[in-house]
């Protein structure tokens, strides 16, 4: 597939001799294909990003997210009702305080709640962002919990006490929230979160509850 010969100034004979570039050229080409296969897929097709990390808690009760603080879920058994708290730094205030339904007998000091309960609540998140979206409740006994849904953080304690705190950010209206435990489940879609910021109960943080 050659073409003419290229034709070159007239210069001394030891000067004529064929450059190798199409050798050089073919060695260089081989190299980048090389360093191609050890680094290309990386750069072409780069895996998933990493959430967001989550600290580990010795309380059972207690989660800590990414960015939006330290989550407690707790059970006030004098006045009846389920309490969800938040620490960023020093500063915990209480979110959300939910009495038990007026149906319900009284428990004991330390008593388990048997069954199933949750309620969403949206809480007043950055300004101009989404909300904090939590989910919380009990689920008794929790055996061998499952969370599946949007990334979030969440615990559920020997007591059956849980609490879910979706990540910041977008989430799909219609994105399933579930977490199931051997003995039963819960499960709402992200729309929860807007029925409760519009027709819930409000809270002194400025959360509602549904």
């Keep these: 597939m050659g073409g003419p010969s290229p034709s070159y100034p007239v210069r001394p004979l030891e000067d004529r001799r064929e450059r190798p570039w199409g050798f050089l050229g073919l060695i260089g080409l081989v190299l980048a294909l090389a360093v191609a296969l050890l680094v290309g897929p990386g750069l072409l097709a780069p895996g998933p990003s990493a959430q967001p990390s989550v600290a580990p808690s010795s309380d059972p009760h207690v989660v800590v997210t990414g960015t939006l603080g330290t989550f407690a879920i707790a059970f006030d058994y004098a006045g009846q009702a389920f309490v969800v708290s938040r620490t960023v730094g020093s500063s915990t205030i209480e979110?959300?305080?939910?009495?038990?339904?007026?149906?319900?007998?009284?428990?004991?000091?330390?008593?388990?709640?048997?069954?199933?309960?949750?309620?969403?609540?949206?809480?007043?998140?950055?300004?101009?962002?989404?909300?904090?979206?939590?989910?919380?409740?009990?689920?008794?006994?929790?055996?061998?919990?499952?969370?599946?849904?949007?990334?979030?953080?969440?615990?559920?304690?020997e007591d059956g006490l849980f609490v879910i705190v979706l990540e910041p950010g977008h989430v799909d209206p219609g994105a399933e929230i579930r977490l199931g435990t051997a003995s039963g489940s819960i499960g709402v879609d992200a729309r929860?979160?807007?029925?409760?910021?519009?027709?819930?109960a409000s809270q002194s943080s400025g959360c509602f509850v549904a």
Excluded: K
Aim: include cysteine.
């Design 192 to 200: 929860a979160f807007d029925y409760a910021l519009n027709s819930g």
């Design 95 to 157: 979110l959300v305080r939910q009495p038990l339904p007026a149906d319900q007998p009284q428990l004991p000091s330390g008593a388990p709640i048997f069954g199933v309960s949750e309620w969403s609540a949206a809480c007043p998140g950055l300004t101009g962002g989404e909300p904090i979206r939590i989910l919380f409740g009990s689920m008794y006994p929790p055996n061998d919990p499952v969370y599946r849904g949007p990334a979030a953080a969440w615990t559920i304690a």
